[in-house]
């Protein structure tokens, strides 16, 4: 069975730090393209970043050089360090592991940036 578990999400002010980790179970972690996605009240679920079995990464242009993604093959698990929040990173921050026409999805965990 696969699993995708969240954390590390809450409450921060404008301008500070986050880091979300999305542990996986039930897949072969290292070969999977990983992704954190992200839905706002009322808008469609949007890529934030993405970091390939290579760890190529790339990103949405709205969070370039403020967000960085990493993975840890050991652990099974990819990060997501949110660096400069502004209010519009408040949203549902999903993970997803996909290979090929495969994805999984985590439960999602809050991020809330007050100003």
């Known amino acids: 069975q696969v699993q995708l578990v969240e954390s590390g999400g809450g409450l921060v002010q404008a301008g500070g730090s986050l880091r979300l980790s999305c542990a996986a179970s039930g897949i072969s972690f290292s070969g999977y393209l990983m992704g954190w996605y992200r839905q706002a009240p009322g808008e469609q679920r949007e890529l934030v970043a993405a970091?390939?079995?290579?760890?190529?990464?790339n990103y949405a242009d709205s969070v370039k050089g403020r967000f960085t993604i990493s993975r840890d093959n050991a652990k099974n698990t990819v990060y997501l360090q949110m660096n400069s929040l502004k209010p519009e990173d408040t949203a549902v921050y999903y993970c997803c592991a996909s290979w090929g026409p495969n994805a999984h999805w985590g439960q999602g965990t809050q991020v809330t940036v007050s100003s």
């Open positions: 970091i390939t079995a290579g760890r190529r990464a």
